[in-house]
Each structure stands twice: as structure tokens, then as C-alpha cells.
């Protein structure tokens, strides 16, 4: 594997798991939808792990570290996202998290002494810009709850950040499978106490088969092999530039959708050659200088 392909996959991957998120909620309340996600990675990653006799890093002087991360990425990253989503639109969700690769420039500079550069702030407010213009009809902000749903997003883009610089920064020389199951575990665990106090016991949902795969798609493809990749790819390659996934994912998300009957605007491809170039700049390219060396 090369870290550009692994790079193109994750998008990919990522950007299919919206519309997989869209038609669960269907049938599934939000906070426990994704605690459901995560349940189901943990148990079909543990006997992998066995199998494989891959090491889990059950280590005394990881547990904090293992704690916070898994904390940031897995309870406040998704529990705020999925929190706010329910007085904001998708769109301004997505333009919202495209603030993950802005916050993680600062981080990565500060933990692992990554170097902010001038291509690399115009690339990321590029990207954020092209985002923007993809979703530039749902962009609109009514009321206080509005308000704090946005909020609440923007933290959980700087929870993800965080989390993705302190993995690059600690957590590059433990596996990636082991390293995330712990997170994954941990980390889900507060989003079942939310979910069980607000949206009730999860045997009373409407559950259907669509609803078994979209938990099953987004627990194997979405977490497992998403987040294997994902970790493995930092130990590759900067962080910031690993954060830029997160302005492509929106763009997958709305040509997937349009096989699904969605609108491609005219938006959608302006925007979209804004985020791609943006990726040109500080992604594509000088990996592509790196692996002909």
C-alpha cells in the first residue's frame, strides 16, 4: 500500500458513509445509532485481533493517553456532531467539520512540530471556501439552538483534531487494529449512558434490515477498516496532511447521494474543483515527490 492510495480509499470510505448515516436515522435515534455503530466494531474487531495475535496495548502508562483519545474521537467528536445535526442542517454540518485539517495545522505544530506554511493555510482555507460553496443553500443559521448545534460541532472538529495529532504524537509505534479497538471501547462507552437516558432501551427501535446493514457498514467499513487505514496512514505522513480527508468526505457524500436521486448542482462542481485543488497542493502532490524518491 502507498500512503496516496490509502489517502484516496479513506476518502472514499468515508465520504460513503453519509448517505449509509441517512438512512439509519431513519429507523434509529442518533446518539444510540452511533453508540450501536461502535458496540458492533468492538465486537467483530476483538476475535480479528485474536486471530491475528495482534497486540492490544492493555499498558498502565497508555491508559490515560488511550482514555483521552479514545474519549475525544469516539464520545465528544460523534456525540457533539450527531448533537448538533438536530438543529442544523447536514451541510453546515459538513462545512462545520471541515474545520478538522484548520485546527489540526495548529495542533500538529504545537504536539509533533509539524511546520505551518503558507501553502498549507491557503490549501486548508481553500478547501474550507470550496466546502462552503458545495452546501452554499443550507447555510442558513435560525435561533439559539442553531447557534450551540453549530458550536457543538466546531468542538467536535477540534475533539477529532486533537485526537488525531495525540495518535500521530504517541501512538504511531503501537498497531493500528489494537490501538483503535481500546479506543473504540473506551470511548463509546459514554455515548450508551447518553442514549439510554434520552432515546430509551435500544430493543424498542424500529429495526429493520436496512437498519442491521447500515450499523453492520458503518461498524466493519466506516470504524474497523476505516480507522485501521486512517492510523496507519499517520505514521506516514503529516497529520495535517492525513486531516485534509475531511474536506473531500463532504464532496463523496453529495456525488454518492446523487446516485440516490439527489440534486448535483452547479455548486457541487465549482466547489468540488476548489476542495480537489486545495488536496493538490498539499496531499497529492508532495506524496507523489516522496514515493519517487
Known amino acids: 500500500m502507498t500512503p496516496v492510495f490509502v489517502w484516496i480509499v479513506l476518502c472514499i470510505v468515508w465520504g460513503s458513509t453519509w448517505i449509509f448515516i441517512k438512512l439509519g436515522l431513519d429507523f434509529l435515534p442518533p446518539v444510540s445509532f452511533a453508540a450501536l455503530r461502535f458496540s458492533a466494531a468492538c465486537l467483530i474487531l476483538w476475535p480479528v485481533l485474536r486471530l491475528q495475535r495482534i497486540e492490544i496495548p492493555f499498558k498502565r502508562e497508555l491508559f490515560g493517553f488511550i482514555a483521552l483519545t479514545g474519549t475525544l474521537q469516539f464520545f465528544l467528536n460523534y456525540g457533539l456532531l450527531f448533537w448538533g445535526e438536530q438543529f442544523i442542517s447536514s451541510g453546515l454540518a459538513a462545512v462545520l467539520q471541515a474545520t478538522i485539517p484548520a485546527f489540526g495545522l495548529v495542533l500538529a505544530r504545537i504536539y509533533v512540530g509539524e511546520r505551518i506554511t503558507g501553502l498549507k493555510v491557503i490549501a486548508i482555507l481553500l478547501g474550507i471556501i470550496g466546502v462552503g460553496v458545495v452546501f452554499r443553500e443550507q447555510l442558513e443559521l435560525n435561533g439559539r439552538l442553531a447557534f450551540l448545534g453549530s458550536l457543538a460541532v466546531v468542538v467536535g472538529a477540534f475533539c477529532a483534531a486533537y485526537a488525531s495529532v495525540l495518535t500521530k504524537a504517541r501512538g504511531v509505534n503501537l498497531h493500528p487494529a489494537g490501538l483503535v479497538f481500546l479506543q473504540m471501547l473506551v470511548g463509546h462507552l459514554p455515548l450508551w449512558g ?74 457541487t462542481i465549482a466547489g468540488g474543483a476548489m476542495i480537489l485543488f486545495s488536496v493538490l497542493l498539499i496531499v497529492i502532490m508532495p506524496m507523489l515527490r516522496t514515493a519517487r524518491k
Open 194 to 267: 447518553v442514549g439510554l437516558i434520552r432515546e430509551g432501551n435500544p430493543v424498542s427501535f424500529r429495526w429493520s434490515a436496512l437498519a442491521v446493514v447500515c450499523v453492520l457498514y458503518l461498524a466493519v467499513v466506516g470504524s474497523i477498516i476505516a480507522f485501521w487505514l486512517y492510523y496507519w496512514l499517520l505514521s506516514k505522513i503529516d497529520v495535517t496532511r492525513a486531516m485534509m480527508i475531511a474536506l473531500v468526505t463532504p464532496l463523496i457524500a453529495v456525488v454518492v447521494g446523487s446516485f440516490f436521486g439527489e440534486r448535483l448542482a452547479v455548486e
